[in-house]
């Protein structure tokens, strides 16, 4: 028994490093090593100095979006987090789908939402907000023009999302 509850602690331990890729050190690791830890990434691009950008949501019950950032030789420039407030503002009118993107990952497929009668293209994400409560961002598109109009954020218990109440324990830092 004692070895059996080493072995699923040890692979517990494991995927919570592949989550947020807390193993790899900036400067050592590369691309190889990160999708070795993580898998492949939902989206990667290169940057206009020759790096590259590996993304890796962890929705929908996952609160995050980690960025993993490398130079052009391939190293690890810094990893991050980009559900939070501060990237959220960056978030613009007139911005199109891809620039939202390069901002904040792809949103959850199964929360799209189109409403005809207002002509809307909805993305959503969810997140923790600045209070520690499970919270939803939501980037408003233009459904014609592909043009982001504006943003909305709300806590899962203001918009009345049901079920979750230990989730606001998981939000605690």
Do not use: K
């Not at 995927?15 to 989206?43: F, H, I, K, N, Q």
């Not at 982001?148 to 605690?172: K, M, N, P, Q």
């Amino acid at each position: 028994m004692p070895a059996r509850l080493v072995l699923l602690l040890s692979l517990w331990l494991a995927a919570c490093a592949s989550y947020d890729g807390r193993g790899l050190e900036p400067g050592r690791a590369d691309t190889a090593e990160a999708e070795a830890l993580m898998g492949a990434p939902a989206v990667r691009w290169r940057e206009a100095d020759g790096g590259e950008t590996l993304v890796y949501p962890r929705g929908p019950q996952g609160i995050h979006t980690w960025f993993l950032r490398f130079d052009a030789a391939g190293r690890l420039l810094q990893r991050e987090n980009v559900l939070d407030t501060r990237h959220f503002a960056r978030i613009r009118p007139d911005m199109t789908p891809d620039e939202v993107v390069r901002i904040l990952g792809p949103s959850v497929a199964h929360w799209t939402i189109r409403y005809e009668a207002r002509n809307e293209l909805v993305w959503e994400w969810r997140y923790c907000d600045d209070w520690n409560e499970p919270a939803r961002f939501n980037v408003l598109f233009d459904a014609t023009t592909l043009r982001v109009r504006s943003t909305a954020a709300a806590t899962e218990a203001l918009r009345g999302v049901d079920g979750i109440g230990w989730f606001r324990d998981y939000c605690s830092r």
